[in-house]
């Protein structure tokens, strides 16, 4: 009854008036967890309204200091903003309750996404205590005026939501600022009677200023001459005097608390951990941290440190050394993925990095073509206490698929990228171990070209931060064939490993939070150390380059303009060198090169640099991070034999062959959880639509219809490219623009990885042979990949020709139904999930069709 005529009477009273304002952050804010009595927020960085896909509901509490207003002021219209940050959940009401008592916010602080809560600490607020854990509330869940002050409608899209100038609210704020006893602040409650309807907010301590909440209130202040008044980074409203007297600087009679009124008075702060945190330049030094300037932001990269280019030298990845065996040679290896510490830069202290066999990067298993090695990778993750690790060493974005399922366990499955393999021992995303677990036996045959080959982790959601800890790796296949050619070798063979990371002053590697379509660091290291230099005599050094990096591409070039000759891909070498003035090399690509060094001065300096924009093809100049590495000439000559007119030879696929011709297009679209995500037809990891037979050849179209370059992988298979093509969309259909050009001698080669470039039609044929089973195709930018550019084809056998001897007869029929007899997935030949009759009806017409 008293707070309907509170209402009426404000509602009288608003008569014309020149309006005064205040904006205010939250004097302190908490989330409160359903069912759980224990569980609290209160130093978090996001608040939780609604329920989750548990039906458990959270709920947001915000209390806001009302000093500011000068007493006996009459309170005209209130703003309440928020900023949403991720949903699963459509459009659902939010309702904002004056709560009716007192409650507490003191140290609990949950991990990760922060959506199951943190414990809670003395004196904090949670689903039954008003300060846990002796003072409880009157009704679990909080105590709350029963009539909703104001809602919103909140839908999935993410920004800002207000809650606008109901009488409620004027009203509430009102009794508040004339009883501040009385102030309690509101409670923030979803629609809990349906899941999930959740939606996730930043809190006042969000990093990100302009995202904390904010209560915007408009006044009528008593009689006198006010304005903006700035004191401590924060806008209050006071007459010039009144701000004179509590230290601050007044703006001027009239004067509005806007936005960035007060902004300049606070600016980025590096602390001495190289996290940034905006703050005063005083709070900023009393916390030992450097201030970057008033009204400097928070971005990637504020406090970084700098670090001096070619200061360390170039390390070489270490042999691999088997169990049994010899390295080169048929051989057994168990390689363990440890946690260590390890140098990159002179000037930065130690980083922790996972290693195969405890090094970044990992171990050079050297192979000989014929001579099979066998693989035990052992997750043996540990903390500096001997302890296996149960949390990835960094954040893990719950949104993908994988995490959705594993959280952050740091799960981890490496995969042989170029290796022709079976399907067990591809590395399959979802056959994950732990730490304390090892692979099952992988088997790598070598039944293949010679060739840069190389090893990474390809863990399910996770491939990105797996690869951005370490966890990559050589393995150089060779015969006799190429060593007969007398390339380069020994102390002139190098392979050099290039990636992008970014680092905070403690020497921690920095990586985004949450998942983003791109992560690009700001350094390059080579060989894992950040911009090394190396010494080279005056001769000829082949290098295998790799671009190990997440996201980034790079346009290598020799900065005295010196030809780079190329003379091999993923697959192996070219027919014949070719010579180039720079080499594009997107994510997962290698390029075989040779580099001259013996026309060059000893003392003479040339740098590998990059002019690569990032993303690519972007905007020239954007995102370049130019220095790659240092070659400095001494006076020695090297390696100084001529490089073989004929390299190999390369047996073309003939499109006529080629049993089908499929089409993938390549798009981004939204994603409820992140915002966006990349897919591949529209369809995510579990959608299996492709099934080519054992033995046969086809025809698959990359249409890159967004705006950036997708390095396009496909497991199992070496690709030769057709050609390229331009296209454009007219009334949602593809509409080629120009001929099919056929790629450049440069890219005549087997390869495993396909560029894409935004409008393009990539065309490529393969075979695919030896093994059936299911294998990943994707974009290997892994922040694609792990958010959903990864899809699986599944190789089966011709059914007529059911033990795949090239014949269709009698020992067909048996081997047929021995395996149907066995319910052996490979009976299942009309591919609906059984083996039942209609599978024997599918085989027998295929048999008496003789063959497929």
Not at 378 to 401: F, G, K, P, Y
Not at 405 to 433: N, Y
Not at 461 to 490: H, K
Not at 583 to 591: D, F, K, S
Request: proline fraction near 7%.
């Amino acid at each position: 009854m008293m707070r309907s005529l509170l209402v009426c009477l404000l509602t009288l009273l608003a008569l014309p008036a020149a309006a005064d304002q205040v904006q205010l952050s939250p004097s302190k804010d908490n989330t409160l967890y359903a069912p759980y009595g224990y569980l609290s927020n209160a130093q978090g960085i996001y608040l939780f309204v609604g329920t989750n896909a548990n039906s458990e509901p959270r709920r947001a509490l915000l209390q806001f200091d009302l000093s500011a207003i000068p007493p006996g002021s009459t309170i005209t219209g209130v703003e309440l903003r928020l900023f949403m940050n991720r949903t699963i959940a459509g459009e659902h009401p939010i309702y904002v309750h004056r709560v009716l008592a007192s409650w507490g916010e003191t140290t609990s602080d949950a991990n990760g996404q922060e959506g199951s809560g943190g414990i809670a600490g003395e004196g904090d607020a949670s689903w039954e205590n008003r300060f846990y854990p002796d003072v409880f509330w009157q009704n679990i869940g909080g105590d709350f005026e029963p009539e909703a002050s104001a809602l919103a409608m909140v839908d999935a899209d993410i920004g800002f939501y207000s809650w606008t100038s109901t009488p409620e609210l004027v009203a509430d704020v009102q009794s508040w600022l004339d009883a501040p006893a009385n102030n309690h602040g509101w409670i923030l409650i979803g629609k809990e009677n349906v899941s999930p309807t959740a939606k996730r907010f930043n809190s006042r301590e969000s990093g990100t200023v302009n995202n904390r909440p904010r209560l915007t209130i408009t006044y009528t202040p008593p009689a006198g001459a006010t304005g903006a008044c700035c004191i401590a980074g924060s806008c209050v409203v006071r007459t010039s005097a009144d701000c004179a007297a509590q230290g601050g600087v007044y703006q001027g009679d009239g004067v509005a608390c806007q936005p960035n009124t007060c902004g300049a008075s606070q600016g980025a702060c590096c602390l001495v951990d190289g996290t940034c945190v905006q703050a005063t330049q005083a709070d900023c030094a009393s916390a030992g941290g450097t201030y970057q300037g008033d009204a400097t932001p928070c971005g990637a990269g504020t406090c970084a440190p700098v670090l001096t280019p070619f200061v360390d030298a170039l390390p070489m990845p270490a042999i691999a050394q088997p169990v049994t065996g010899q390295p080169g040679g048929e051989a057994h290896y168990a390689i363990n993925i440890r946690q260590v510490r390890q140098k990159l830069h002179r000037d930065l202290p130690l980083t922790t990095v996972w290693g195969y066999d405890g090094r970044f990067p990992g171990p050079t298993i050297e192979a000989s073509v014929g001579q099979p090695v066998t693989v035990h990778w052992i997750n043996d993750l540990r903390d500096e206490n001997d302890e296996l690790l149960t949390q990835h060493a960094l954040h893990v974005d719950t949104c993908l698929h994988g995490p959705d399922h594993h959280g952050a366990l740091p799960r981890t499955v490496t995969h042989l990228h170029g290796g022709h393999v079976d399907s067990i021992s591809d590395g399959q995303p979802e056959r994950t171990q732990i730490p304390g677990e090892s692979s099952e036996l992988y088997e790598y045959p070598n039944n293949q070209r010679a060739a840069t080959i190389w090893y990474h982790d390809h863990a399910l959601g996770i491939t990105r931060l797996n690869v951005y800890m370490g966890l990559a790796g050589f393995y150089l296949l060779r015969d006799p064939a190429e060593a007969a050619l007398n390339l380069p070798a020994g102390q002139y063979e190098i392979p050099l490993a290039i990636q992008d990371r970014s680092f905070n002053a403690d020497g921690s590697i920095r990586y985004d939070h949450d998942w983003h379509e791109h992560f690009f660091g700001d350094v390059i290291l080579v060989n894992g150390v950040v911009w090394p230099f190396l010494n080279v005599e005056r001769g000829k050094y082949r290098f295998r380059l790799l671009n190990g990096s997440g996201s980034r591409t790079y346009n290598l070039s020799l900065s005295n303009g010196g030809q780079i000759i190329q003379i091999g891909t993923e697959g192996g070498l070219l027919e014949a060198l070719v010579s180039r003035s720079s080499i594009l090399i997107t994510p997962g690509e290698r390029v075989d090169v040779i580099i001259d060094f013996a026309p060059y001065a000893p003392g003479t300096e040339i740098i590998l640099l990059n002019d690569a924009p990032a993303p690519f093809p972007g905007t020239p100049g954007e995102g370049v991070v130019p220095n790659v590495m240092k070659f400095v000439v001494g006076s020695q000559t090297g390696h100084t034999a001529a490089i073989p007119a004929s390299l190999s030879t390369i047996e073309p696929l003939h499109e006529e062959f080629a049993r089908e011709h499929r089409d993938f297009i390549l798009r981004k679209v939204s994603d409820s959880c992140t915002g966006d995500k990349w897919l591949i037809n529209d369809l995510g990891w579990d959608d299996i639509t492709e099934f080519p037979i054992l033995g046969t050849t086809e025809v698959w179209s990359f249409i890159n219809r967004s705006g950036v370059t997708h390095p396009m992988h496909v497991h199992l298979v070496g690709m030769q490219i057709l050609d390229y093509q331009p296209f454009t969309v007219v009334d949602g259909e593809i509409v080629p623009t120009g001929p099919r050009v056929p790629p450049p001698a440069y890219e005549r080669g087997w390869k495993d990885t396909v560029r894409v470039d935004p409008q393009t039609i990539a065309r490529v044929i393969m075979r695919f042979e030896s093994f059936t089973g299911r294998f990943p195709y994707h974009c290997h930018i892994l922040e694609h990949e792990d958010h959903e550019m990864m899809r699986q084809f599944e190789v089966v056998i011709c059914p007529g020709d059911f033990n795949s001897d090239g014949g269709v007869d009698g020992q067909d029929v048996e081997a047929f139904f021995i395996a149907w007899e066995a319910a052996d997935d490979l009976a299942d030949i009309n591919r609906d999930g059984g083996v039942d009759g209609q599978d024997v009806e599918a085989f027998f017409l295929s048999w008496e069709a003789g063959g497929c």
